[in-house]
C-alpha cells in the first residue's frame, strides 16, 4: 500500500528529547517522502477522545526551536490503559475498539509511536488487534527497554542527576553532611548508576543489588578515617528498605488514586542519621530529571531515531523499533524490547568501574 498519511503519539512518562524525534519525523516524511504527518494528543487518550484529538503538523515543528524544547508538543498520559479501563467506581473495562476506531477515523496508512515498555506493549496490542501497521522509538529516562543501549531522555536524567550531586557536595563539605540524593527509574537503577559514578558518589543504592545499614555504615566510618568530612549517597527509587519492603508514593484519592515509587531517600537519610550519628538531609529530585533542556546527545539519538522509524514505514517493514547499537541505529522486533525489563546487570561493566573507584553499593 502506498503511504500517504502517517500518525505519532508520544506516551509514558515525559522525557526530554521527545521534541526532537517528532522535528525529525515530520522533516523526512514530508520533506523527503511528502507524507502527510498527524499528531495524535495525549498518546492513547487522543485516540479515545471523539472527535479524536489530533492535528496534521506543518513547518513550524521543523524549526530548530524543537530541539531545544523539554516535554512533548503532542502531549503524553501514563494512565487510562484502554484494555483495562479504570473507571472512577474502581473497575476496569476494555476500550480498546474504541481506540483503535480512533486511528480509523484518522485515516492513517501507519503510525509511530513513540514509548516505553508499558506504552509499546499497549500500542502493539492494539496494533494486532486493529490490523494496523505499527514503527515503535524507545523513550524512557528509566533506560529500561530490551534491545537498544539507549532510550530518548536517559542521558538528560542523568545529567540532571550528576548536576543535582555536583550542587550538593559543597554544601555537604560545607556542613559536613551525609547527603542522600534520591532519583528516578522506576525497578532499574540506571540513573543512579550512572549519576552516582559522574558525579562522584560514595555510595550507590539500586534496587538490582541488596544493601546492609551495617555495610553502608562502615563505608562512612571508612571515609571519616580517611579524613572525609562528608559523603554522598544517591539512591534509585525503587530500593526497598532493609528488611525488603518497597515504599511508594500514593497521588490522588478514591479508585483513581496513582502509585509511584516515593520516599526511599528519606527512609536511608533517617536510619542512616540514628545508627551512624551523621547528620544527614535528604533531596528528592522528582520530575526535574524528565523535564529540562534536552541534552545533544537526546538530541542526535531522537533525530537518528525519527529518520530510521520513517525509513522503515517507506520499506515497509512493521512491527519494529528503532534502537541504538554500536554506535548506529538498527531495528529490532517490537516484542524483544518489552519481553523483560532491561534492569541494571551487578557483574556489568558500570558496577564493575563503581567498585573499581571504592563506591560502595551497601553489599
Ligand atoms: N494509555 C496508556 N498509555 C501508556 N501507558 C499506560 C496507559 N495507561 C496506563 N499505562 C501504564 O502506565 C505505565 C506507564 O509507565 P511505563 O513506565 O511502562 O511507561 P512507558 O511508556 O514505559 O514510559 P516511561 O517508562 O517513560 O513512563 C505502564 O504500566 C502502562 O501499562
Ligand atoms: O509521572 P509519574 O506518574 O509521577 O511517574 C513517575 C515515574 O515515571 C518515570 O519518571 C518514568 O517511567 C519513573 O522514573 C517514575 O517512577
Ligand atoms: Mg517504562
Redesign the pocket.
Known amino acids: 500500500m502506498a503511504i500517504k498519511r502517517i500518525g505519532i503519539l508520544t506516551s509514558?512518562?515525559d522525557c526530554a528529547g521527545l521534541n526532537s524525534i517528532i522535528r525529525a519525523v515530520y522533516a523526512h516524511a514530508k520533506g523527503h517522502f511528502g507524507w502527510e504527518v498527524i499528531g495524535i494528543h495525549n498518546g492513547t487518550a487522543g485516540l479515545l477522545a471523539r472527535p479524536v484529538e489530533a492535528t496534521a503538523l506543518d513547518e513550524r515543528v521543523a524549526g530548530s526551536d524543537m530541539l531545544r524544547q523539554g516535554g512533548t508538543i503532542l502531549g503524553t498520559t501514563?494512565k487510562g490503559d484502554p484494555f483495562a479501563f479504570l473507571q472512577e467506581d474502581g473497575s476496569h473495562i476494555d476500550r480498546s475498539g474504541e481506540v483503535i476506531e480512533g486511528f480509523r477515523l484518522l485515516g492513517l496508512d501507519a503510525l509511530i509511536g513513540i514509548g516505553?515498555d508499558g506504552s509499546l506493549d499497549i500500542l502493539r496490542r492494539l496494533a494486532i488487534q486493529g490490523g494496523f501497521q505499527l514503527v515503535a522509538i524507545p523513550k524512557?529516562?528509566?533506560n529500561d527497554l530490551g534491545a537498544t543501549e539507549l532510550s530518548i531522555g536517559f542521558e538528560t536524567a542523568v545529567q540532571t542527576a550528576t548536576s543535582a550531586l555536583d550542587h550538593l557536595q559543597p554544601t555537604a563539605a560545607s556542613h559536613s553532611r551525609v547527603m542522600v540524593l534520591e532519583v528516578?527509574?522506576?525497578d532499574a537503577g540506571h540513573i543512579a548508576l550512572s549519576a552516582g559514578i559522574a558525579g562522584g558518589a560514595d555510595v550507590i543504592l539500586i534496587p538490582e543489588i541488596r544493601y546492609s545499614f551495617a555495610a553502608i555504615e562502615k563505608k562512612l566510618a571508612d571515609l571519616r578515617k580517611g579524613g572525609r568530612n562528608f559523603a554522598l549517597v544517591i539512591v534509585a527509587?525503587a530500593v526497598r528498605t532493609e528488611n525488603g519492603q518497597s515504599i511508594t508514593s500514593v497521588?490522588g484519592g478514591g479508585a483513581t488514586a496513582?502509585q509511584?515509587?516515593g520516599g526511599i531517600g528519606h527512609y536511608i537519610g533517617t536510619e542512616l542519621a540514628k545508627r551512624s550519628g551523621a547528620e544527614t538531609r535528604v533531596t528528592v529530585l522528582g520530575?526535574v530529571q524528565?523535564g529540562g533542556t534536552p541534552e545533544p546527545k537526546d538530541r542526535v539519538l531522537g533525530s537518528a531515531f525519527g529518520v530510521h522509524a520513517v525509513d522503515l514505514i517507506a520499506e515497509g517493514k512493521f512491527d519494529r523499533m528503532v534502537a541504538w547499537n554500536s554506535r548506529r541505529v538498527i531495528d529490532v522486533p517490537i516484542v524483544d524490547a518489552i519481553k523483560g525489563a532491561a534492569t541494571v546487570d551487578p557483574h556489568g561493566t558500570l558496577v564493575k568501574t563503581a567498585r573499581g573507584l571504592g563506591i560502595s553499593f551497601g553489599d
Open positions: 509514558g512518562g501514563n516505553g524512557t529516562i528509566d528516578m527509574g522506576r527509587e497521588h496513582m509511584t515509587y520530575h524528565r
